[in-house]
Structure formats: structure tokens, C-alpha cells
């Protein structure tokens, strides 16, 4: 179990310009979270995947954000047409439920820095 | 809606005390999990200790100890013998139980252990 990672770890982009972030769940959790954490704030969620599936879309979603899992492993955020204001901490985690139980693990996290 | 608050921005402490900090949520849910999670200076977040919501005994982790309040909706949690490598932010969380388990982040307490 080497833990939730992400790629990159930063990232500087010019407003307009895509950017795609990675993020690898602990192997055996079939569940994925990307949050947004903005300066001074805890995690806002973004969306969830079970699986291969995306069951959970948040408002903060728009059509320049877009997700996938395929094969339900590792997955990826793509953020098009980048704006100033999509500078944030980028959060992934992954959890595995048991009964009702589930804590979710976050990974490092990815910067995005939008110019 | 769910919401955490966490009233307290920033906290200090001298080595080797004790300090306590606060969380207070909102729901009308009867079931649910609350976590105190910690996320160090430019590292990933890591649980620190987890409450069953319909647990009445507050949960310990060695230095880590909650005072949950179900009437009250309150959640706070209690570091004991402060070590300098707790200076982090602490972020409070609420997980709502169902198909989706979604998380509410607090706004987080920076916590300062002073030497």
C-alpha cells in the first residue's frame, strides 16, 4: 500500500491554456474523490467515481472541468480554457467502503498556478 | 445542508500542553461519521481520528482525543503533550452516510506549536 498519489505535484499554466492532473488510489479502493482547497479553506468536493462509473457531480463542476476513471483505477481531471480562478490545491482521495463505514485518504495534491 | 464550521483561524501552543479545538456542525441526519483531519505545511492530509456517530464513547488516538456532543452538534478535539511536529492545519469533517458518502470540510484551525 503505497498510499494515494498525484501528478503533477505543481503545475504553472497561462490563462487558456488545458491542463490534465493524475491521481492514483491505494490499489484495493474502488471509490475516488477530487476536491478543490482554495487558500485558507478546507476541500470542496468536486466529483466522485465508483468504479468506472461518475455518480457524483458537484455545482463548482463546470463544462470546462471534466473527469474519468477509466477501468477504475487511476484517474484524471482536465481543466480547459484555464481562468485565473481556477488556481486552487487540486485533492484526490480514495476510499473503500466497508458496511457503512469509509475514511477517505487523500493524496499530496496538486497546485495549479494560472497566469 | 450540511455545514462545519470551525471558529477558531488560527491557535498556539507551547510544547508539551494541551489544546482543544473547536468544530460545530449542522444537519438533520441521524447517522454519520466525523473526522479531524491534519494537513502539515506543503504536506498531504492525513486522518488523525474518526467518530461514529451513533458511538456515545468519544474516540481516542493515543494524543488525540474528541469530545463529541450529539445534542450540541459539536466536535472538538483535544491534543495532549503538544509536539512541534503537530504545528499543522487541522481541518474538521463531516461524512454523510447513503449511496454517496460526501464530505463537508470546516475552513480549519492553524494550529502553532511553539517551543
Known amino acids: 500500500d503505497t498510499g494515494v498519489s498525484q501528478d503533477p505535484r505543481h503545475k504553472i499554466t497561462k490563462r487558456g491554456q488545458n491542463v490534465t492532473f493524475r491521481c492514483d488510489p491505494i490499489?484495493?479502493?474502488?471509490?475516488l474523490y477530487w476536491y478543490r482547497q482554495t487558500l485558507g479553506q478546507g476541500p470542496e468536493f468536486l466529483t466522485y467515481?465508483?468504479?468506472?462509473?461518475?455518480?457524483?457531480k458537484s455545482r463548482l463542476l463546470s463544462d470546462r472541468f471534466s473527469a474519468e476513471r477509466p477501468k477504475g483505477s487511476f484517474s484524471t481531471l482536465e481543466i480547459q480554457r484555464t481562468e485565473q480562478g481556477d488556481s486552487a490545491m487540486y485533492l484526490c482521495?480514495?476510499?473503500?467502503?466497508?458496511?457503512?463505514?469509509?475514511?477517505?485518504?487523500f493524496g499530496p495534491g496538486t497546485r495549479l498556478l494560472v497566469l | 445542508a450540511q455545514t462545519v464550521t470551525q471558529s477558531q483561524p488560527e491557535m498556539s501552543v507551547q510544547e508539551a500542553e494541551t489544546v482543544t479545538l473547536s468544530c460545530t456542525y449542522d444537519?438533520?441526519?441521524?447517522?454519520?461519521?466525523l473526522f479531524w483531519y491534519k494537513q502539515p505545511p506543503s504536506r498531504q492530509m492525513i486522518l488523525v481520528i474518526r467518530?461514529?456517530?451513533?458511538?456515545?464513547q468519544n474516540a481516542t488516538e493515543n494524543r488525540f482525543s474528541v469530545n463529541f456532543q450529539k445534542a450540541a452538534k459539536s466536535f472538538s478535539l483535544k491534543i495532549s503533550d503538544s509536539q512541534l511536529g503537530d504545528t499543522a492545519m487541522y481541518f474538521c469533517?463531516?461524512?454523510?452516510?447513503?449511496?454517496?458518502?460526501?464530505?463537508?470540510f470546516g475552513s480549519g484551525t492553524k494550529l502553532n506549536v511553539k517551543p
Open positions: 482521495a480514495s476510499s473503500r467502503r466497508l458496511g457503512e463505514e469509509e475514511t477517505q485518504y
Open positions: 490499489s484495493e479502493h474502488n471509490r
Open positions: 467515481f465508483q468504479n468506472e462509473a461518475q455518480l457524483e
Open positions: 444537519t438533520s441526519e441521524n447517522n454519520y461519521y
Open positions: 467518530q461514529e456517530a451513533y458511538k456515545q
Open positions: 469533517a463531516f461524512m454523510k452516510l447513503g449511496n454517496f458518502n460526501k464530505f463537508y
